[in-house]
């Protein structure tokens, strides 16, 4: 998880509240500062003094900053960084440390090598976008490939535990959790987000699945639903591909009559146990949801396919069949 600091130098009490509020992991403000800030959150607070920055203006203070580094040091490359140094750091080191000035100098530094700078510090010049910079660089996980898959299936299979998650977070039309029989092929489950004349939508909710179900998280892993817990941060895909985290509140289990979804996408198939519900829903590749009640053979909906092959939930390359 990328780590976000904002810098009020000068101090100003407005700009570290709206800081505190936008969820960042630390601030930086002049030592007269610190022990009053430290009694608004639960937040890392440094001293300016402290903070060792460098500005990278030659070869020699590349080389400066790598051997800091190396030896354990803290270091905040200044802003007017370029991109070619900081590849150089980030190749001897997954410490470094850039200073921001707006979203996109954020998006940037979040993207060089692929998988960035460890730090960003969002300068004050950016306040006004310091919850644009934390919704994307602490929340955002990229995109992932979806692709409509033709449902084969869809019948009664008796009772089952399912697991109701409900997350931290109000989730839109097409958002939910990527959900399967097997990690290699995984379906789009619709949060609640719907209304009907007896139930009322909610929106913090993913009614996921069988507890032996996988789930795709964060971080290119997977889980089986059973072993989520409070705290546990999930995945939450769109039907555009887009993803961001959201934090488990609660998990229910409890059980239910299920249905079985199978799917295929070319020669790939899959499955997918969810409860016998008209709330429960699947995405279309309109991005629409579709209740599993009116799910019939033929309907399209999105779908992950992937590589078979997880240990721990670790990717893995190995011979394995999932039926």
């Excluded at 289990?253 to 079985?260: F, G, S, Y």
Aim: charged share 25%; proline share 3%.
């Amino acid at each position: 998880m990328r780590t976000i600091l904002f810098k009020s130098v000068p101090f100003s009490k407005e700009a570290v509240t709206l800081a505190l509020e936008s969820g960042v992991d630390g601030i930086i403000v002049p030592e007269k500062h610190v022990a009053p800030v430290q009694a608004l959150a639960r937040c890392k607070v440094l001293c300016d003094d402290a903070v060792c920055t460098l500005e990278l203006t030659a070869k020699a203070d590349e080389e400066e900053a790598a051997s800091r580094l190396a030896a354990g040091e803290d270091v905040v490359l200044a802003r007017g960084w370029e991109i070619i140094p900081v590849e150089n750091l980030l190749a001897r080191s997954d410490r470094v440390t850039v200073e921001v000035a707006s979203l996109d100098e954020a998006r940037l530094a979040a993207g060089i090598l692929e998988r960035g700078v460890s730090t960003v510090v969002v300068l004050p010049q950016a306040v006004t976008e310091l919850k644009a910079i934390v919704q994307e660089l602490k929340l955002s996980q990229g995109r992932i490939d979806l692709a409509p898959a033709v449902v084969t299936a869809v019948r009664p299979v008796g009772l089952g535990h399912r697991v109701c998650v409900d997350t931290m977070s109000l989730l839109r039309t097409g958002q939910g959790m990527l959900v399967g029989n097997s990690s290699a092929f995984t379906f789009l489950v619709n949060a609640e987000t719907e209304h009907n004349e007896y139930v009322a939508a909610r929106p913090f909710r993913i009614n996921a699945g069988a507890v032996h179900a996988y789930a795709v998280m964060p971080g290119d892993r997977t889980t089986y639903l059973e072993e989520l817990r409070s705290g546990s941060e999930v995945l939450i895909v769109g039907a555009d591909g887009a993803t961001t985290i959201a934090t488990v509140g609660r998990l229910k289990v409890e059980v239910r009559p299920m249905l079985l979804v199978e799917a295929r996408v070319g020669d790939t198939v899959g499955a997918v146990f969810l409860q016998n519900a008209e709330t429960i829903r699947l995405v279309r590749a309109d991005g629409t949801p579709v209740s599993v009640v009116a799910l019939r053979e033929g309907d399209e909906v999105l779908c992950r396919t992937d590589v078979a092959g997880r240990h721990f939930g670790m990717r893995i390359t190995e011979d394995i069949r999932e039926a």
